[in-house]
């Protein structure tokens, strides 16, 4: 039999607890419940986990310091970690972000959302593809020959855009702060201002041309590259 992924729930609500717990269960993962930090700190010393799904408000520590706090241990640095919460406000979702989390969730969620939620952390977990040819739109991307080309016209991309790009194709749809950007796009380089972020997002778009268009800004919370926007061909804004 192959190893189910395992997920580690870090909810002090047993009904919740419970409910998820189900619905992993009957999708093939093996939950794990943990009804606090002290818990689930004890079920990562034993067994990693795949997948951390971690409830904001937490008795004794909350979920935004464990979220730093594994973030910031080596052993459990890379497991992704959803941030469930009841929060909605823009700037408890930068928190959580910022704290490390790589997806929230704002409760009440649908169980088909958050299954969809876990299943994307653990896509995104694999290796990254450091080859092959992305397709969004009529945007494409060959990480191959290092070309990107808008409705078969080429784009001329500085490195840092080219690969802040392949970042975006590959995370479609998500929204990404700043700080994750530095980490995973620039790597650890804690000297460089999140304005940087900007000022290739910016070059970004503008080398992108109308294929711009795809890479949103989220007011407060950061950027996303969508495939659900309109696109004009060039030829039609003459
Ligand atoms: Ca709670």
Redo the contacts with the bound molecule.
Sequence with gaps: MRNLPRILIV???PAIAELIAVNLRHNGFQPIWAMDGVTAQKELDDVLPDVILL?W??PGESGLMLSKKWRSNPRTKEIPIIMLTARSEESDRVAGLDSGADDYIVKPFSTKELLARVRAVLRRRKPQQSGGRIQLNDLILDADTHRVTFQEQPLKLGPTEFKLLQYFMTHKERVHSRGQLLDRVWGDHVFIEERTVDVHVKRLREALGAAGAMVETVRGAGYRLTEMVSVQSPQSEH
């Design positions: 909810e002090d609500e409830d408000m937490l």
